[in-house]
């Protein structure tokens, strides 16, 4: 049984992080901050029980790194997902799962398997905002600020601004996670239970690209 199964077995309430960088452009400061140890302790201190990381294949190096320098961890729920323990916080990475992704988002998101509501972590692209927003997990958005068109940072800012997600940096995402929690009980829901413009979620995430950003044509 691995670790997250027994404590899921124990009965002991859990709380995950999820941080996805994309299946596309590679992130490494953002893979480098949230494997610092202050952001760790950061999660230690919000009540934080897992930090579960998707890391692409550019990344896969620094994550297999940050589990050898502190301890392997045996089996983490497969062959193809590594992990360890520091400060109390199951460490678990994978590059990246054929299914997708909407399964970690929703365990994010909590009420499940013991789970409370966490927090996903996202580069600022679109599809994975997308996936966050479906589930309805509270979001931090990344920009990936190396990119030549940085259509992220623009996205991040409008959705910040519509107070639908808060914008972390990779030199201080400790603050980017006591900020979440701090506003946790007044998020403003990307799925509103009565919707008043018709919209789907998809679509509605659209229309921002759309009317705020003019990416879509």
Sequence with gaps: MNTAEELTASGKTRKLCFVTIGATAGFQSLIKAILDIKFI???????????????GKEESSIFDDF????????????????????????????????EGLAADMRDAKG???????????????????????????????????????????????????QKYVIVGK???LPAAIFE????RSRRKPWLPVNSQDG???????????????????
């Design 180 to 183: 979440i929690e701090e506003q």
């Design 67 to 98: 589990v050898r320098t502190n301890g392997e961890g045996g089996d983490s729920g497969g062959d193809s997902v590594r992990g360890t323990l520091v400060e109390g916080i199951l460490v678990t990475g994978f590059d990246f799962k054929l």
């Design 170 to 172: 990779t030199e201080n």
């Design 41 to 55: 302790c950061a999660l230690h201190d919000t009540g934080y029980t897992e930090l579960r990381v998707q890391y």
């Design 199 to 217: 919209l789907t979620p998809s679509k509605r995430f659209f229309a921002v690209l759309d009317e705020q950003m003019g990416f879509v044509d």
């Design 111 to 161: 009420g499940i398997d013991e789970l409370v509501e966490g927090v996903v972590i996202s580069h600022a692209g679109t599809g994975s905002i997308l996936e966050a927003f479906r589930a309805n997990s509270p979001l931090i958005v990344v920009p990936n600020v190396t990119l030549l068109d940085n259509h992220q940072q623009e996205l991040a800012d409008e959705l910040a601004r």
